[in-house]
């Protein structure tokens, strides 16, 4: 099997089934489709089961532990028989030729093992609101290496679109998915890939329509940034395993004391991070 779509839900009655759909007209059909019951309070774990696809996998999560946490992926993996993973949310649009670009994009670029299509905005009721992604992020580039995109999540941002990724299964199991992050659950994925050495690729390809609503979690901006601020020592953390990194040099290599030292030794490439991080976050 090469593609495992991973999809958790929440009380998301009005999109879910439309979301499931366009998971299931996809081009590409060697895929398993894992639906993630995150405990919901509505029907919608009744509208998942309504789907009697066999690529359709489900399984339901004992309590909800908030947005974007690593236990629903962390589970999904368990069970995922895909070459790739393909992470997404119940309240967007994947488009037929998302799971085709990606898996020809990937197998044309075996070096890569992460990559990114860009993802249109659409409105409450799919329509599209004429800017995309990769026009709307002033921090994205597809000219960004490795090194570059570490550097953007010091500051930090989040470099790539969630529900525009595509990974090896391989490599995400490599890392350690940490059950602690809830708001800044996928940019702390992509940061530990990049930090460990795997390559990021990307298409030009729409591969995605990302819907803007009231009722989802990012429409309630005080209350993400107050929360995520909470993540904030353990996402910090992540950046030190660069100490050992072979992108150490890259990313910091502009910083005062980087410059500066003739030789550095562990304690001085804490410092730099350290001194790297607090700057970017102030």
């Known amino acids: ?22 998971v299931l007209n996809q ?88 990559a990114f299509g860009n993802i249109e905005y659409v409105d409450e009721n799919g329509n599209s609101k004429n800017t995309t992604y990769y026009e709307d992020s002033p921090a994205f580039k597809i000219t960004n290496d490795e090194a570059e995109c570490i550097k953007l999540y010091l500051k930090p941002y989040s470099v790539f679109p969630y529900i525009g990724s595509f990974v090896k299964t391989d ?34 390809n729409i591969v995605a329509g990302h819907r803007f609503h009231s009722k989802q ?10 929360s995520s601020a909470y993540e904030q020592i353990k996402y910090a953390e992540i950046f030190y395993d660069l100490v050992k990194s072979e992108l150490f040099n890259e990313v910091f290599k502009d910083n005062y004391y980087f410059k500066m030292a003739k030789e550095l030794n562990e304690l001085d490439k804490n410092f730099i991070i350290s001194y790297e991080f607090l700057m970017s976050a102030s």
């Open 217 to 226: 979690v990012t429409s309630f901006k005080r209350k993400v940034v107050q």
């Open 27 to 114: 081009s590409f059909e060697d895929f398993e489709l894992i639906l993630v019951n995150h405990a919901t309070t509505d029907d919608c774990r009744e509208i998942a089961h309504s789907y009697k696809d066999s690529r359709i996998v489900h399984f339901d999560m004992e309590k909800n532990y908030l947005a974007g946490t690593g236990l629903m992926m962390i589970r999904a993996l368990k069970i995922a028989k895909g070459k790739y993973i393909k992470p997404f949310c119940a309240d967007d649009i994947m488009y037929s030729n998302c799971l085709k670009d990606f898996v020809d994009y990937m197998e044309a670029h075996p070096e890569k093992d992460f």
């Open 171 to 204: 490599a995400l199991k490599s890392i350690e998915i940490s059950k602690s992050f809830i708001y800044r659950f996928n940019m702390a994925i992509w940061l530990c890939l990049l930090i460990k050495g795997y390559k990021v690729g990307y298409m030009n």
């Open 1 to 22: 099997m090469k593609v495992s779509i991973v999809i958790p839900y929440y009380n998301d009655r009005e999109f879910l089934p439309q979301a499931i759909e366009s």
